[in-house]
């Protein structure tokens, strides 16, 4: 088991400010209301008596909570009432809304049990909707801003343990989406649009124009798909709903039993919406992305909906899987799942680990973890009186005694820092990097293995001190990637013929470094390989897609896929000099000849003639590239994907990289005793050792050091406990 030594017995102080966070902000009072608003009395909540404490603080059976009931008279009118109950007892029967806070602001006034209590906007024009018909039985819901009292954070503390037991209890989960212009027009057509894909997918099997194999849709003409523009363009503005960017609907959704959408006035499936979610997603090359791409008045909008499409990915993904993909886990790592999510939004930074505790493996009231000591489960109990440094901090903790290292792989002086103040080790997630990190469930990289990680962190936070290699220094870095402007997928043509030249412009510096820095002929220090082999193998992480690690013949993918890169920089670079001269590229111009393209050396002429036949063919046919087969569209996208906001470096004793930009001559590598792969560090000339904290400072006579955390790294030859292998002894590292 990973160690965690103390650093000393002190415990930090708590901070005594309370943040707002969904679902329990603080909500401030309309500064405008008036003397005789004030003096009104206001609905009193009861206290909740405490649950039975379980292990690790968590509820035991005979947790309570408030349900609100809601009812309509006979002439319309609504009444709300507020009572306690056991979510355990059979007659707690409720549903669970999850929905976007919006402005906190308690401006509206709603009337419970005779007393007036404020609510938000959001809540205010949800609750009417919700309202069962007159005559029929009250209906029960649990909504955070009325079922918690805003103004007491203890109770606060208690209740947030809860959710993961709310959700999860609840009849079903209602996301409450607020409504937008055109919102019913989008509520009718989805479920018409979802039969007639569901339709359109079983005629195409059965033809036996759908490849499972490429997800790739022939012979479908998007002109079938139903709807009008504006048909499409209100159901578009249901994928961009601020809703699926935050952070707490992703516990709130998943943890459903049933889940429905309320939008426009109507419920909505999810497995319906879901299923147009995963068509609009893809695959490139499927009917309703060429539909929607090619229109002009969607083409933009769908650009965007793209981002918002991870988001609505990744909880139906968790749903129907229930966290049972990786390695036979039932869930996956809490700091994995933090780390997957980053990317979503919180009000308050805490809240990017606070809202993910009910979910994953290792967190809040999970007693499948049971190997778990009780203060590492403590680390994490969701707490709003803590800073923001001791949250993620405890995070990072938490993640290394479970031999986890994936948040400091996002973390790093390379990535934006926000104003937060954090030290490097800490991974900024208001800030998250935009490129995936090395370190994931799926990858197969050992590099600190077989060993668990030893650290120490100070208590206030500031300082990490973590076991591990020293092995070589950076010679030389190639400059920053270009960025791409929606990712891999789903750009215009000419965007895509820009960006893969910008990539082959990376491959043909990080070659050009390979030849300054390794000696001509000479071999790899760790694998005996030729230069080209390894430099091919480094640039795509030497992994495929599903984890798979390249050896044998699949280097041949390696040299596709560069051939590739070659033929869409040559027609980026042909296209401009085509404009320059007053010519059409996209229209009847068509692409020269191979030998007019000025390919690079390393294309292949053969190969090069079969692809230009390929892309010559289809131009003007958008997902061209799926016709690109397997074999090369494989690793292409891989590969791109690695160089993503990485730079190529090799070191001082040849070993080639990837590294986060902005990496220079002189910076450190090493891999830490139990990590899955190397990091780039920097050392802080301006700092020392504390005095009296270098005892572990002085073994093997190390000096009293201190380093910067600049980034994750991949090392070609020593990704797989080759370190071992290498005459060096562990030290100690302290970072800030």
């Keep these: 088991m990973p160690s965690a030594l103390s650093w000393n017995s002190q415990s930090m102080n708590q901070s005594e400010s309370l943040s707002t966070m969904h679902p329990v902000s603080s909500p401030p009072v309309d500064s405008s209301a008036s003397a005789q608003d004030q003096q009104t009395q206001y609905y009193q909540y009861e206290p909740i008596p405490s649950s039975t404490p379980g292990s690790a603080g968590r509820q035991s059976t005979g947790a309570r909570t408030r349900l609100l009931e809601i009812r309509r008279k006979d002439d319309g009118a609504v009444e709300y009432s507020l009572s306690l109950y056991n979510l355990c007892d059979s007659d707690a029967q409720y549903d669970a809304i999850s929905y976007c806070w919006g402005d906190p602001a308690m401006v509206h006034t709603i009337t419970v049990d005779g007393t007036p209590l404020r609510v938000t906007a959001a809540v205010s024009a949800m609750l009417p909707v919700l309202a069962p018909d007159a005559g029929v039985e009250p209906r029960r819901f649990w909504i955070d801003s009325i079922c918690i009292n805003q103004d007491d954070p203890l109770e606060k503390n208690q209740q947030i343990p809860l959710m993961r037991t709310i959700y999860r209890g609840a009849r079903k989960v209602v996301a409450y989406l607020s409504d937008s212009p055109d919102a019913a027009l989008a509520a009718e057509f989805v479920p018409r649009l979802a039969v007639a894909l569901a339709e359109q997918e079983i005629t195409l099997t059965m033809r036996g124009g759908f490849r499972a ?82 229109t002009p008045v969607l083409a933009e909008f769908f650009f965007l909906v793209i981002s918002s499409l991870s988001h609505i990915y990744g909880i139906d993904a968790q749903r129907k899987q229930l966290f049972r993909e990786y390695d036979d886990n039932p869930k996956m790592l809490l700091p994995y799942l933090i780390v997957d999510c980053c990317k979503s939004k919180a009000t308050c930074p805490e809240d990017k680990v606070i809202g993910l505790l009910g979910l994953g493996r290792g967190g809040i009231d999970d007693d499948e973890e049971a190997e778990i000591g009780q203060d590492t489960r403590e680390l994490l109990l969701p707490d709003h009186t803590r800073s923001v440094l001791e949250v993620y901090g405890d995070a990072v903790e938490f ?338």
Aim: hydrophobic share 40%; with cysteine.
């Design 213 to 294: 194999a490429d997800g790739h849709l022939h012979g479908f003409e998007p002109a079938a798909l139903p709807g009008q523009i504006h048909d499409w363009r209100a159901l578009l503005k249901l994928f961009v709903d601020p809703y699926w960017s935050r952070t707490w609907i992703i516990q709130e959704t998943v943890l459903a039993r049933e889940l429905e959408l309320l939008y426009g006035g109507r419920i909505l499936s999810w497995d319906q919406f879901a299923s147009i979610g995963a068509a609009i997603r893809g695959p490139q090359g499927g009917p309703v992305c060429v539909f929607l791409s090619s």
């Design 399 to 736: 993640a290394l005694r479970r031999n986890c290292f994936v948040l400091l792989n996002i973390a790093g002086c390379y990535y934006k820092r926000s104003s937060l103040g954090l030290p490097s080790w800490i991974p900024d997630l208001t800030a998250p990097p935009g490129v995936s990190p090395l370190d994931n469930i799926i990858s197969n990289y050992q590099a600190g293995a077989p060993h668990s990680a030893r650290f120490e962190i100070r208590p206030d936070r500031r300082r990490l001190r973590i076991h591990g290699w020293l092995f070589d220094k950076v010679a030389a870095a190639a400059s920053a990637p270009p960025p791409a402007r929606y990712g891999l997928e789903h750009q215009l043509f000419q965007d895509q013929l820009k960006f893969w030249s910008g990539v082959l412009d990376q491959h043909l510096e990080a070659w050009r470094l390979v030849e300054r820095h390794v000696s001509r002929g000479g071999r790899h220090p760790v694998t005996g390989e030729g230069p080209w082999r390894a430099l091919c193998r480094t640039v795509a992480g030497d992994a495929l897609p599903d984890g798979e690690r390249l050896d044998g013949d699949l280097f041949d993918k390696v040299r596709d896929a560069y051939n590739t890169f070659a033929l869409f920089g040559a027609l980026a670079d042909w296209r401009e000099r085509a404009l320059s001269r007053g010519l059409d590229p996209d229209g009847a111009l068509g692409f020269p000849p191979v030998p007019e393209l000025g390919l690079p050396a390393m294309m292949l002429e053969s190969e090069a003639e079969w692809l230009h036949g390929t892309l010559f063919a289809l131009q003007v046919v958008p997902g061209y590239e799926q016709s690109i087969p397997a074999k090369v569209r494989f690793l292409y996208q891989t590969m791109a994907g690695r160089m993503m906001m990485r730079s190529f470096a090799v070191t001082a004793e040849g070993h080639m990289m990837l590294v986060p930009p902005g990496t220079k001559e002189g910076d450190d590598v090493c891999i830490f005793a139990g990590a899955k792969t190397p990091f780039i560090l920097r050392r802080d000339e301006g700092s020392r050792l504390d005095s009296g904290e270098g005892e572990q400072g002085q073994e093997h006579g190390q000096e009293d050091e201190v380093w910067r955390l600049y980034g994750e790294a991949y090392v070609h030859g020593m990704m797989d406990k080759q370190i071992l292998d290498k005459p060096i002894s562990q030290r100690w590292f302290e970072l800030r």
